[in-house]
């Protein structure tokens, strides 16, 4: 092939310049026509590019968390004079590139902390992460930031402002790694975050909820409750579409507080710690070094184990207030199986409100957990709530005076189930009612002719229910013992008809609980 001039000679069926169509005006790329009709193509701005492919990458709303622009705050980091740009080692997103700003002074440790975790999240190219706060530390990367206060009650609206309409949330997680009880949580989490911006993401249609079919599982009833022909036994649950909160006392009061509009939209389930792969936050921040966590980043790796956990002692200090009453607080703690496993609240949408379910062959005959009821799941039904003794060394040994040599027998081979009571003749219930009479504890709780007669409530909840019952409080015992047909008459005497006119502990030990 030769040149002449700057004429082009191709082989047989080669287009020339000269011979190619016009370009498109209508095409942005197209560039321009010289004068001489060559065509000159302008290079293509990928950063202008508005039109863009859509992503099948999930968006995780993060609240509490911030997101650094990193090129911003190196190009506009304040350096001695005559000293060279600064250039990171780390040039791509990651979490070295979190740390090495930290390490260099660039980011302070709570900055680094939140880029670190976004950088984990998005790791994988399957996440983007949003992020709203109202810290004003360093400069954010505004396309997927938002610097506002989400117990405001314009918060969906200025999400809706801020990223347009067709952004849609996997989750929305509500950050655990800093948040202390007290005073802190009750200012940064206020009830209105809870009781109507939570709605709100349902009723803005914020959430992608996936595929009815594929992202759903329904849980069947267990043979237990199939047997006792439970209601509300199967339930529907789903990783998508939904909020995820710290089991803290600050929210599961609130939770409970707010569970009437909650329950419009939400089933409300409690995940254990070995569920927790479905919490897309706290499983991305479990992929960073946990020595490189401590040392740079100024935080242990398992912050859940600090601040989201809940023990009955808490549970114990409430008060009532206008919208929840110790009473409703405790007897839904009660109802948690196995509590001191549970680290996160899990609100998951109805998928009554997926864009697809009018159309869809999902419609119940009866109202379904989940699909089109809310409320919660994975509860223990009411009728299984006993107070369950505390293990210790004297497992097995009944009292002195009040044991027969059968009820001993009995005591060492239990090793059911504690929330289910024996088929035996004497309750567990019973057995370990004896032991807390003993005439040592007589000033606080007493056997006498008449009666179980409780001379010091707060002595009794604080200092023996915990010993012999678990969960140990005041409210759930007299609860078992009206379960059992005690009932109170004066002075706080519980008595109970089938005894004899003279109530002592061989006639105790005859009660049962049919």
């Known amino acids: 092939m030769s040149f002449s001039g700057n004429k082009r000679k191709g082989a047989p069926g080669d287009v020339l310049d000269e011979e190619r169509m016009p370009a498109d005006p209508a095409d942005p790329a197209a560039g321009t026509l010289r004068a001489g009709g060559k065509r000159v193509r302008k290079k293509r701005d990928i950063n202008a590019w508005t ?139 206020q009830r209105s975050f809870f009781n109507e911006n939570i709605p709100n993401f349902v009723t803005h249609k914020l959430f992608n909820f996936g595929s009815l079919d594929k992202d759903t599982t329904l849980v069947k009833p267990s043979a237990a409750s199939k047997k006792k022909k439970r209601k509300d036994s199967t339930y529907l649950t789903s990783d998508a579409a939904v909020v995820y909160l710290p089991f803290s006392s600050h929210c599961f009061r609130q939770v409970v507080a707010c569970y009437e509009n909650l329950s419009k939209f939400y089933t409300i389930a409690f995940l254990k710690k070995e569920d927790l792969d479905e919490h897309t936050l706290w499983k991305a921040t479990n992929t960073i070094s946990p020595s490189s966590m401590q040392v740079w980043l100024a935080k242990s790796i398992d912050q859940e184990e600090k601040y989201c956990k809940l023990d009955y002692s808490e549970i114990r200090g409430f008060s009532d207030d206008e919208f929840a009453t110790r009473e409703d607080i405790i007897n839904i703690f009660n109802r948690i199986a196995e509590p001191d496993e549970v680290r996160m609240i899990k609100l998951m949408a109805l998928r009554k409100y997926h864009p697809d379910y009018p159309s869809s062959n999902m419609k119940p005959d009866k109202p379904t957990l989940g699909i089109d009821k809310g409320g919660y799941v994975g509860l223990i039904h009411p009728s299984e709530v006993v107070l369950r003794r505390t293990p210790s060394p004297t497992d097995g040994i009944v009292t002195k005076k009040a044991a027969t040599k059968e009820a001993a027998t009995i005591t060492n081979t239990v090793d059911a189930d504690p929330l289910k009571e024996s088929n035996s003749a004497v309750p567990r219930f019973i057995l370990s009612l004896t032991e807390l009479l003993d005439r040592k504890n007589r000033k606080i709780i007493e056997l006498l002719p008449d009666g179980i007669t409780i001379h010091d409530e707060g002595r009794l909840e604080t200092e023996l229910l915990p010993n012999f019952f678990t969960p140990g409080s005041l409210l759930n015992f007299k609860n078992v013992l009206r379960k059992y047909k005690f009932r109170r008459t004066e002075n706080k005497t519980y008595t109970h008809d089938a005894l004899d006119k003279d109530m002592n502990v061989q006639s105790l030990l005859q009660i049962n609980k049919n």
Request: aromatic content about 10%; glycine content about 2%; hydrophobic content about 40%.
């Open 51 to 189: 039109v863009s492919i859509p992503t099948n990458r999930r968006n995780i709303l993060c609240l509490g968390m911030s997101y650094p622009h990193v090129d911003w705050v190196v190009r506009n980091f304040k350096l001695p004079k005559n000293t060279k740009p600064i250039v990171l080692f780390n040039q791509e997103p990651s979490v070295e590139q979190a740390i090495e700003l930290v390490r260099r002074n660039i980011l302070n440790q709570i900055d680094g902390r939140d880029l670190a975790r976004i950088n984990a999240l998005e790791a994988d190219n399957d996440k983007l992460a949003y992020t709203v706060s109202k810290e004003q530390a360093a400069v954010w990367y505004e396309k997927r930031h938002l610097h506002a206060d989400f117990n405001s009650r314009n918060l969906v609206n200025q999400m809706v402002l801020k990223w347009g309409k067709t952004v849609r949330f996997h989750q929305v997680i509500l950050d655990y790694f800093w948040s202390p009880s007290g005073s802190w949580a009750i200012k940064s989490w």
